[in-house]
């Protein structure tokens, strides 16, 4: 059974049909006579009768909330996404439930949203992961459309039908976007997905609408891409070859540093650096290896992040873009393995991500994993403008060595 709150408001109301089609469909309402007058087919309850029905192995599909688009104090939010939301959780979980998720809008996501709903959001969320760790999931969503649109997307409306998927399109390559029936799709795997206890993160997912890799944020990406190369190979080059010499000067070994990492579909590519490291440090996450194997002049291009300069030719070569999920090495299993039950690894790897200037590395591979997956979920032109801005500007300071 799939019980689904919220069914009255502008998602709910087109989820109501296509969900009935897929299981026995419950609507919790605060006006139950309203609910059945435009949804005759279904179950209607309200809140305080929620707790009499059969709730085993039921999964919650939590949309009732007080948006954005209402005007109130902190407490009037909290009362309805904290509050609220914590009522339905602690009826299903005693109840025998076998899932809730809760759906947030990625407003929630952004910590300097401290508008009375993105704080109201953020602490339901984390009440809900506190009181239900093993079976509760945040879902986050951009805007939502459907046959018609609402908010910012109105506009949309006065197109001809024929225009709109490419309008959409176009849009999605510079906002994240979701369908309802992309939403559908996620919220039916969700709620079929098996359990995920051994992942801290587990409780936090992301959706929207995929970015083709044939469209206008590709070709841009590519492009923008290859410039790069060429204005390190034409800027930098002089500096690339100081920086040779200097590491020969340094310490003995080679000036460059190759290494097999493991790259887009999990193939196994080689990336390039110049070598930070004594020559004979062991191969391991950067992570494991001791401060002490860092070479002077390492510790002065990993600073400047000047060592990452070859993986220009990765670039060129096409193994790497500049921004995407860092490559690991084929040792982090571990890694490997969260990424790819997130369907990460279907990304090309880049220089840098949104977890590297997050000050996220791969010392914690939940956590870095989600960060992927929610770079993966939301990316767009936009947003790969921002984060090589924000490297250039000094975001993120790469792996950490370990203090032994």
């Known amino acids: 059974m799939i019980v689904l709150t919220g069914a009255t408001g502008f998602v709910g109301s087109q989820l109501v049909r296509q969900l009935g089609a897929q299981a026995e469909l419950l609507l919790v309402s605060r006006d139950p006579e309203a609910a059945r007058r435009r949804f005759a087919e279904a179950a209607v309850c309200d809140y305080a009768t929620l707790s009499g029905h059969d709730l085993t192995g039921a999964v919650i599909i939590h ?65 809900l992961t506190a009181l239900w760790p093993d079976g509760a999931i945040n879902l986050y969503v951009p805007a939502i459309y459907g046959n018609d649109f609402r908010g910012r997307l109105a506009v949309l409306n006065r197109l001809p039908a024929v225009l709109k998927p490419l309008a959409i399109g176009l849009l999605r390559q510079v906002k994240p976007m979701i369908s309802i029936n992309r939403l559908l799709a996620v919220l039916l795997e969700l709620a079929a997905e098996p359990d995920l206890s051994d992942d801290p993160w587990k409780s936090e997912r992301y959706a929207a609408d995929p970015v083709k890799d044939i469209g206008i944020s590709s070709v841009v990406k590519r492009t923008v891409d290859l410039l790069a190369v060429l204005a390190v190979v034409v800027l930098l080059g002089w500096l690339m070859i100081i920086v040779a010499l200097y590491i020969r000067f340094d310490s003995k070994g080679p000036a460059i540093f190759a290494q097999q990492r493991v790259g887009r579909d999990g193939r196994i590519f080689t990336c390039y650096k110049f070598r930070t490291m004594t020559l004979g440090t062991a191969h391991a996450a950067t ?95 936009s947003g790969y403008i921002v984060i090589l801005i924000r490297t250039v500007l000094g975001g993120g300071s790469g792996d950490r060595v370990s203090s032994y």
């Not at 904290?82 to 996501?109: P, Q, Y």
């Not at 999920?325 to 949104?354: D, N, S, V, W, Y």
Request: proline letters at 4%; a positive charge; hydrophobic letters at 40%.
């Open 63 to 127: 949309l009732a909330a007080r948006n954005n688009d209402r005007v109130g104090t902190i407490e009037e939010f909290r009362a309805g996404n904290v509050d609220g939301l914590l009522e339905v959780a602690a009826i299903a979980k005693a109840g025998g439930a076998a899932r809730f998720i809760n759906l947030c809008s990625t407003h929630a996501l952004d910590t300097e949203h401290t508008d009375p709903y993105g704080l109201s959001k953020r602490e339901g969320a984390r009440a």
């Open 287 to 381: 992570h494991d290896v001791s401060a002490a194997s860092v070479t002077v002049a390492g510790r002065f291009l990993r600073r400047t992040k000047i060592d990452e300069l070859p993986q220009v030719v990765n670039v060129l070569m096409n193994d790497m873009s500049l921004v995407g999920p860092r490559p690991c090495l084929p040792m982090q299993t571990e890694l490997i393995a969260r990424r790819r039950a997130r369907g990460i690894l279907r990304l090309k790897p880049g220089i840098t991500g949104l977890a590297q200037i997050n000050e996220i590395d791969m010392s914690d591979p939940a956590r870095l994993a989600a960060w992927d997956d929610r770079y993966g979920a939301f990316q767009t032109l």
